[in-house]
């Protein structure tokens, strides 16, 4: 059994709710988390096979991915909930519609948890479900695009757990947090200074994240790399599968005609979702200003 926290010096800084405001930013980033990580699984999954995805809508596939669905909502509480026990505490389980827009599982206990712990509880039905689906995938390669579908499901399901776990990190460690069905108290000592956890502000940061890192791949690729290559007298580099569309970069070298370059611009704008998905995330929950 873990030792109830040492609360002594601690008192109530903050509290994590589920606004209006913040369950339509939060549906806003898993919608467009689907698509970021759907493209990022579909790449490991045609790294692996070697083949582009074949997947066809039919009444079978339909009849199969619900129930996928509903598993993989279902395994990634259970993971909280193990962790939550590894910690001490006991798991509580649940559901419920945010403000009637955002339908949702939730797992939690009236065991207190240090940050670390905490974070570790949220991160890990991501880390554990993503490490399980791509080992899956190259052993059962022959039905590796079977596991493209859940772990999309599960990578944008856990963006609310992402956005936490980036809050969190702007926190002192030895912060004490308490899960409860109606938020997440923070406890802190009296030179804690609090964190504003609010996601607002986060799709101006993601386009800010994206728009950098698309134009510097631009650069990279479309003036850099040819000079670097040009200088070394390299004849040809590839960076990708080459005659997919999972082709990055090409560069061909042309005697006396200089040189030719391809760049995908599918990975290009899905890389650059993800770097803008991470900045948008960790730009979120900036320390509040000091009232004067």
């Excluded at 079977?146 to 969190?168: C, E, Q």
């Excluded at 030179?191 to 956890?197: A, E, L, P, Q, R």
Aim: glycine content about 8%; proline content about 3%; cysteine-free.
């Amino acid at each position: 059994m873990k030792e109830e926290v040492n609360m002594t010096g601690y008192k109530k800084i903050d509290k994590i709710e589920l606004s209006r405001e913040m369950t339509i930013i939060l549906f806003g980033m898993g919608t467009l988390s689907l698509f970021i990580f759907g493209h990022f699984f579909t790449v490991i999954y045609t790294l692996i096979t070697r083949n582009a995805v074949a997947f066809n809508l039919t009444y079978s596939t339909i009849l199969i991915a619900i129930p996928l669905f509903i598993f993989i909502l279902l395994f990634h509480e259970f993971i909280h909930g193990i962790v939550v026990s590894i910690y001490g505490g006991k798991p509580g389980y649940g559901a419920g519609v945010a403000h009637y827009i955002l339908p949702y599982l939730y797992t939690t206990t009236e065991t207190k948890f240090f940050r670390n712990q905490f974070i570790l509880i949220a991160i890990s039905p991501l880390i554990v479900i993503s490490v399980i689906g791509i080992m899956l995938m190259i052993i059962f390669s022959s039905v590796a695009h079977w596991f493209l579908f859940p772990l999309t499901i599960n990578a944008a399901g856990a963006i609310g757990d992402l956005w936490m776990v980036f809050s969190l990190l702007k926190y002192p460690e030895d912060i004490v947090l308490e899960d409860d069905r109606t938020g997440t108290t923070i406890y802190g000592k009296s030179t804690d200074k609090v964190v504003n956890t609010s996601p607002k502000g986060f799709i101006s940061d993601f386009f800010m994240g994206f728009s950098v890192w698309f134009f510097f791949l631009i650069i990279l690729f479309y003036l850099i790399f040819p000079i670097f290559f040009g200088f070394l007298n390299v004849d040809s580099f590839v960076l990708g599968i080459e005659n997919s569309r999972f082709i990055i970069f090409k560069y061909l070298g042309i005697e006396r005609e200089g040189y030719e370059v391809f760049v995908g611009f599918l990975p290009v704008l899905s890389f650059s979702g993800v770097i803008g998905l991470i900045y948008g995330l960790a730009r979120s929950g900036k320390r509040v200003k000091p009232k004067k």
